[in-house]
């Protein structure tokens, strides 16, 4: 899965290459107006729902596009000058180019009407080379990014398929989300429906609201974001999708992001820097309260992992590890790589979050996706209808009064200056927060350890000297090569004192006969 937008550079590259605009903004010629609400856009969805896609056609001029790639691409600048105004946000457009083909439609919204931007090249600067001189005059826009108006930092950005993100709460693209996903990880090619049209109107409390229409062969959709930037970014989001045909496997509110490798699986490192990943683990506040951490795997095979639950609290992709020493990549800063949790509006009833890890050789590829799966399939003709809010912070919103997971790492099994015995691997986990700083060796803490597969042994928890954080240590001998399901959490006189690690591990080879 190619990366949204290639980088979170291009995103930097195209914030630098735009002067600050030293002219008066240049009003759009706008097309006549129409009657909009969020409900008109529905009702429009809904019909669309019941007639054949119409967006499957090859695109216009689809061989001129190829050829602006990516260089290509960023020579091609917006003018400062028809930057968009919508209430205290700007809206600079993108170009069509040779990952994003097909245009959007860039509507205005104000007084219960909505009116189209029509395309002009003279929203860009060309080269006088670029293929993008031999268009048609109408070709249309590919997507958009935000900023506050008479600014150059932008801080959101919609382009490609029905994929969007922000630079969240520490100034810094990386992961994304999008609006539905459809068929991830199944047999049969997965589909990504599309974003056709964006209506923009001032938020009554926040930033910024953007209307989108969503089709696709198997589905349509009408999706309401209510921006607002408190600290991080907050979109309220209202979704309603209407089934074509019958989808056995539709994520809600997934979120997709990039894990290469990290502390706890550096024997996938073939680069020098100590790790690389735009999330390092999956966390989960459960229907019944229970708070679960996931850390990110790169399988050796595509993997599916699914959490059932009823009416889940949240879910998110975060990057909990922030320190700079850790990465060493002073280019595109993988400490400030923002987390983001999905806090479900009502209840989502019984389901599952699935998380479907994808292996990679490289840090362009986004191979993490995570997203809410409802019990049953979607029927055709059915209307899903689901409002949650997305979080683009630094930290997981709701933190827990338990201690939650600080650091995974594995290493050789056994015991230093003694044989090490062969196939055995040793995890150690250190967790923070809650009530740990306040106890010692001599209070009782245990560490809780089970695997679905394998002999566990050494089990031992003790503080970290000279820190407020436990360790929890265990030794695991593989008996198959099979993924083994590992489970782990500290506890006191019988209660729980931290979140539950949860890990699947993929053994190299088994240990060795009788090795414990």
């Known amino acids: 899965m190619k990366r949204f937008f290639h980088s979170a550079v291009s995103f930097a590259l195209l914030a630098s290459i735009c002067p600050a605009a030293e002219t008066s903004p240049k009003a759009p010629i706008l097309g006549p107006a129409q009657p909009f609400t969020f409900e008109l856009l529905v009702e429009r969805a809904k019909r669309m729902a019941a007639a054949p896609c119409t967006d499957g056609a090859e695109p216009r001029a689809a061989e001129i596009l190829e050829q602006i790639d990516y260089d290509a691409f960023g020579k091609i600048t917006f003018r400062p000058e028809r930057t968009l105004r919508v209430g205290k946000s700007g809206i600079r457009l993108f170009h069509l180019q040779r990952y994003a083909k097909k245009p959007v439609g860039i ?3 104000a007084d219960g009407a909505s009116r189209e931007v029509l395309f002009s090249p003279e929203f860009f600067d060309l080269p006088a080379d670029s293929p993008a001189r031999d268009l048609p005059a109408d070709i249309g826009f590919a997507g958009f990014r935000v900023l506050e108006f008479g600014k150059e930092a932008d801080w959101m950005a919609f382009m490609g398929a029905a994929y969007f993100r922000t630079s969240g709460e520490m100034n810094q693209f990386g992961l994304s989300a999008r609006a539905l996903a459809v068929g991830t990880a199944m047999p049969a090619p997965e589909e990504f429906p599309r974003f056709t049209h964006f209506f923009f109107a001032p938020s009554e409390k926040g930033e910024l609201v953007v209307h989108a229409l969503m089709d696709s062969p198997s589905v349509t959709g009408a999706v309401r974001f209510d921006v607002s930037r408190p600290a991080g970014v907050v979109m309220m989001i209202n979704a309603r999708f209407f089934a074509r045909r019958e989808m056995p496997r539709m994520g809600l509110a997934p979120l997709t992001s990039m894990f290469w490798f990290s502390e706890y699986s550096r024997r996938k490192a073939t680069d020098w820097r100590p790790e690389i990943h735009d999330s390092d683990g999956l966390a989960i506040w459960t229907g019944t309260g229970e708070r679960l951490w996931r850390p990110l795997n790169n399988p050796p095979r595509v993997m599916t992992s699914s959490f ?12 909990r590890d922030r ?9 595109v800063f993988y400490e400030r790589r923002s987390t983001c949790w999905v806090e479900p509006v009502g209840d989502w009833g019984p389901g599952m979050v699935q998380l479907v890890e994808i292996p990679t050789d490289d840090e362009i590829y986004d191979n993490i996706v995570a997203y809410w799966l409802g019990e049953k399939p979607v029927a055709p003709g059915q209307e899903v209808r689901l409002d949650y809010r997305l979080h683009w912070v630094k930290d997981e919103p709701y933190p827990a009064v338990t201690g939650r997971v600080f650091s995974s790492r594995t290493g050789a099994g056994g015991v230093p200056g003694q044989p090490r015995p062969p196939g055995v691997v040793k995890f150690v986990i ?5 009530q740990l700083g306040t106890l010692g060796r001599e209070d009782g803490v ?4 089970s695997a679905s597969s394998g002999k566990i042994s050494g089990v031992y928890a003790l503080p970290v000297v000279g820190t407020k954080r436990w360790r929890a240590v265990f030794d695991l001998a593989p008996t198959a090569l099979d993924p083994v399901e590992l489970r782990l959490f500290l506890r006191r006189k019988g209660v729980a004192l931290t979140e539950t690690w949860l890990s699947q591990y993929h053994p190299e080879k088994p240990a060795a006969p009788g090795k414990k």
Do not use: C, M, T
Request: overall charge negative; charged content about 30%.
């Open 107 to 109: 509507h205005l919204v």
């Open 308 to 319: 059932l639950d009823r009416n889940v609290k949240g879910f998110g992709l975060s990057q």
């Open 446 to 449: 245990e560490a809780e350890v």
């Open 323 to 331: 320190a700079f020493d850790h990465y060493q990549d002073d280019g």
């Open 430 to 434: 250190d967790f923070e927060s809650g």
